[in-house]
């Protein structure tokens, strides 16, 4: 490939990254304008979390025809069509608002909506990044996407108060309106190479990769099954994520127990610095050679982290914690998008993604749905002032509220530990280092 060819195509990258970027930034101004709207006017924890089942779940359904339909389709004009899908859906939640007609269904409606599309965006996005950026560029180019989301989940929220209050809900879904047509633009000024289609009709039959949408979604699950090396690592990501996930619902109330609200949010935005931090970091370096060696080593990390977040009732230990922990991040994300890219093919890329997603996402509902009794009916009444561990494990990380969460989150740690050292050992993981190097898999 031409030094030219190369740079033309890294220019397509940035400027659609870029459009991206802006459009991410008025997605997540809309997201907590509507969540701050939901739970101001019902009061009711049950619909502002159901407002969150609605921006998630309509998305994790349709993962798997959406790879299948992103690995068929021009990857450009799927990227269009979601953005434009996702701006409707931004329209109809801002007329019934303009209109003062609004009700909670509108909002699960369009949450709906906005979900599907960005399954779709997100998909060819990702597998967009390895027929415009070369190879030697994918992890920089990766951790350029993560700083992008680091950023938004830094900014936005303190942004989207601020204009809440000043422009009101109906100005901020103007600017999230105004945001994705940027995004449109973007996308309408560039082209895209076309992606090889590796598994054509006239190869091995027992390699066709296209069929009717349910053979595609079966052949993009077989796919990853007879690769150990892949399923082993999906379901690493499964395991992690619950125990992380725990962790995520558990870390406010756990810090309530003996800070204030002000310092909860100054320490929840010290750990969107190590995001984006590592986020940076990522870009510039590359990431390690050895990817599989970079997601379990920052497993390590991740899990020491974790057991210094629970281990002492101080706000400065807790933010360095949630800071380190937080900076693993990006590096574990922009390894596995990078690992995938290179080994899979292009045209296998959307259905590898989607089924990624759920296979690691499945182990979250579950942590949502235990963290709570385990806090509230094990570990808090462990770490009470006369619970059963409070004169042992109590004398060394302290008794009261929040100490049970926090003797949860050494446990949740250690696990996390242990989950990633061993897999250092499991044989498939081993070999994928090698097949990315081959470029053959």
């Given at each position: 490939m031409s030094k030219r060819a190369t740079s033309q195509k890294l220019q397509v990258f940035i400027i659609v990254w870029f459009g991206q970027f802006i459009s991410l930034i008025g997605s997540g101004l809309t997201s907590f304008a509507l969540d701050f709207w939901v739970y101001q006017h019902t009061h009711s924890v049950t619909q502002f979390s159901l407002t969150a089942l609605f921006t998630t779940l309509p998305g994790l359904l349709i993962s798997p025809i959406a790879g299948a339909l992103v690995d068929r389709w021009d990857r450009r004009w799927t990227m269009i069509l979601s953005d434009a899908g996702s701006a409707l859906g931004t329209i109809f939640i801002t007329l019934v608002v303009f209109t003062d007609t609004i009700q909670i269904w509108h909002i699960y409606i369009s949450s709906s909506i906005i979900s599907v599309c960005n399954v779709?965006?997100?998909?060819?996005?990702?597998?967009?990044?390895?027929?415009?950026v070369p190879k030697k560029h994918?992890?920089?180019?990766s951790?350029?996407?993560?700083?992008?989301?680091?950023?938004?989940?830094?900014?936005?929220?303190?942004?989207?108060?601020?204009?809440v209050l000043k422009i009101q809900l109906q100005g901020v879904l103007l600017i999230d309106f105004a945001t994705y047509l940027f995004s449109l633009a973007a996308l309408l000024i560039v082209k895209f190479p076309k992606h090889k289609n590796t598994h054509s009709k006239n190869n091995n039959p027992e390699k066709q990769g296209f069929g009717s949408i349910k053979s595609d979604v079966i052949y993009g699950w077989n796919y990853i099954v007879t690769r150990p090396g892949l399923l082993a690592l999906l379901i690493y990501f499964a395991a992690s994520n619950f125990l992380v996930g725990i962790v995520s619902i558990l870390i406010i109330p756990m810090l309530l127990a003996f800070v204030s609200s002000a310092t909860v949010g100054t320490i929840l935005s010290i750990a969107g610095i190590g995001t984006l931090v590592g986020s940076l970091v990522m870009s510039v370096w590359g990431g390690p050679k050895r990817r599989i060696r970079g997601i379990l080593g920052f497993g390590l990390l991740l899990g020491i982290c974790m057991v210094f977040t629970g281990l002492y009732p101080s706000p400065q230990l807790i933010a360095i914690a949630v800071f380190a922990g937080l900076f693993c991040f990006p590096f574990i994300a922009s390894c596995t998008e990078?690992?995938?890219?290179?080994?899979?093919?292009?045209?296998?890329?959307?259905?590898?993604?989607?089924?990624?997603?759920?296979?690691?996402?499945?182990?979250?509902?579950l942590a949502y749905l235990?963290?709570?009794?385990?806090?509230?009916?094990?570990?808090?009444?462990?770490?009470?002032?006369?619970?059963?561990?409070?004169?042992?494990?109590?004398?060394?990380?302290?008794?009261?509220?929040?100490?049970?969460?926090?003797?949860?989150?050494?446990?949740?740690?250690?696990?996390?530990?242990?989950?990633?050292?061993?897999?250092?050992?499991?044989?498939?993981?081993?070999?994928?280092?090698?097949?990315?190097?081959?470029e053959n898999f």
């Open positions: 779709f965006q997100k998909l060819a996005g990702a597998t967009t990044t390895a027929l415009l994918l992890g920089h180019a951790g350029l996407v993560q700083i992008g989301e680091s950023v938004s989940e830094l900014f936005v929220p303190a942004l989207a108060g601020i204009l990078v690992l995938v890219l290179t080994i899979v093919p292009s045209d296998v890329q959307g259905r590898v993604f989607a089924l990624q997603a759920i296979i690691a996402g499945s182990s979250l509902p235990v963290a709570g009794p385990l806090a509230d009916y094990v570990f808090e009444p462990l770490l009470a002032n006369n619970g059963l561990l409070a004169g042992s494990i109590g004398k060394i990380i302290g008794t009261g509220a929040g100490r049970g969460i926090g003797f949860l989150f050494i446990w949740l740690g250690i696990l996390q530990f242990l989950v990633s050292f061993s897999s250092f050992f499991y044989r498939p993981f081993k070999t994928l280092d090698k097949m990315a190097t081959n």
